[in-house]
């Protein structure tokens, strides 16, 4: 038996056929096409999904069900609202389970997805309780709790970067002051560096970015501490203190075994890690126990696929 796992994201949609062990054996991509509307979004999904089936002539009894990742919330009745998506209170299960109506179909965030599949294969498999925390434009949180995602009693949990940590010096794009990933995503990185980049002139990305300040990326960030830059250096610290509070937070409210994080930023994750746990342990109540390893995600962007098709499980 297989399953189809199809992620769903702001610049492109993938699909996979996977395998009861979690290999992705057949894969499949398409553009969002944010501008055509969600009409033409969930065609463009049908279209590729029943491609992706005929083309490798798969049997449609083998598949078991088709579950799919999105960037949002998705309500208890199944709505969803992704400004990224441009959806506004889309019936986006209901759309899914009538273009589909011959499969089983499963919808989770995409950060929790990703978690499930690292449960079940990668870096928190064997853990009772884990949690993925994925650095990329946002931050996204996905919990495992004894092998299934855990979003709350209203589907709402998870949120890990809308915790509020601290007042920062701009507003999330949720309208909170001072949420987690407005201090540790590739956004607040970036952001960090050009204020300070007013007030200073020295630094090795003023000439990474050409003196455009609009160019520089996370990347930028980190190639510089590499070279011990000095502004990069302060960038990342701040990054990596805001990191632990928001971790000892999670430590403090669910005790995981793992902490795994993944997303783009933890390309850099050497950087990250670095004497990470024990600024955590700073910022826990119970300092001398033992407490969450602290560890990089280790199936990068096929997560999306294998955890998507896993939802059934
Ligand atoms: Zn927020």
């Known amino acids: 038996m297989y399953s189809i796992g199809v992620d769903i994201g702001g610049t492109g949609i993938k699909a996979g056929i996977v395998s009861e062990n979690g290999q992705i054996i057949h894969r499949a991509n398409c553009k969002t096409d944010i501008e055509s509307g969600f009409d033409k979004i969930i065609s463009d999904i049908n279209n590729m999904v029943r491609d992706l089936i005929d083309y490798n002539q798969i049997n449609r009894n083998e598949i078991k069900s088709i579950g799919f990742g999105v960037p949002s919330f998705i309500n208890n009745e199944g709505i969803v609202t992704c400004v990224n998506l441009g959806w506004f209170e889309v019936e986006f299960v209901s759309k899914l389970k009538s273009t589909f109506p011959e499969f089983d179909i499963f919808v989770e965030n995409d950060a929790t997805v990703a978690a499930l599949a690292e449960s079940k294969f990668g870096s928190m498999n064997g853990k009772d309780i884990s949690v993925l925390i994925t650095l990329g434009t946002g931050l996204g949180g996905g919990i495992i709790i004894n092998g299934k995602p855990f979003t709350g009693n209203h589907g709402m949990a998870s949120e890990i970067g809308h915790v509020v940590i601290g007042e920062n010096t701009y507003n999330c794009n949720c309208g909170n002051n001072g949420c987690f990933e407005t201090f540790c995503s590739?956004?607040?990185?970036?952001?960090?560096?050009?204020?300070?980049?007013?007030?200073?002139?020295?630094?090795?990305?003023?000439?990474?970015?050409?003196?455009?300040?609009?160019?520089?990326?996370?990347?930028?960030?980190?190639?510089?501490?590499?070279?011990?830059?000095?502004?990069?250096?302060?960038?990342?610290?701040?990054?990596?203190?805001?990191?632990?509070?928001?971790?000892?937070?999670?430590?403090?409210?669910?005790?995981?075994?793992?902490?795994?994080?993944?997303?783009?930023?933890?390309?850099?994750?050497?950087?990250?890690?670095?004497?990470?746990?024990?600024?955590?342990?700073?910022?826990?109540?119970?300092?001398?126990?033992?407490?969450?390893?602290?560890?990089?995600?280790?199936?990068?962007?096929?997560?999306?696929?294998?955890?998507?098709?896993f939802l059934n499980k």
């Open 186 to 309: 590739a956004t607040a990185l970036i952001k960090h560096t050009q204020e300070i980049l007013k007030e200073e002139n020295e630094s090795i990305i003023i000439n990474m970015c050409k003196g455009n300040f609009n160019e520089i990326d996370a990347k930028m960030v980190f190639d510089a501490y590499r070279m011990e830059d000095n502004l990069a250096k302060e960038v990342v610290s701040r990054f990596k203190h805001y990191l632990s509070i928001g971790i000892a937070g999670i430590v403090n409210t669910l005790d995981p075994g793992i902490i795994s994080i993944g997303g783009g930023l933890s390309k850099s994750s050497d950087i990250i890690l670095e004497g990470l746990k024990d600024m955590v342990r700073e910022h826990i109540l119970y300092k001398k126990e033992n407490f969450a390893d602290i560890e990089v995600a280790t199936l990068g962007n096929d997560a999306g696929i294998i955890g998507s098709a």
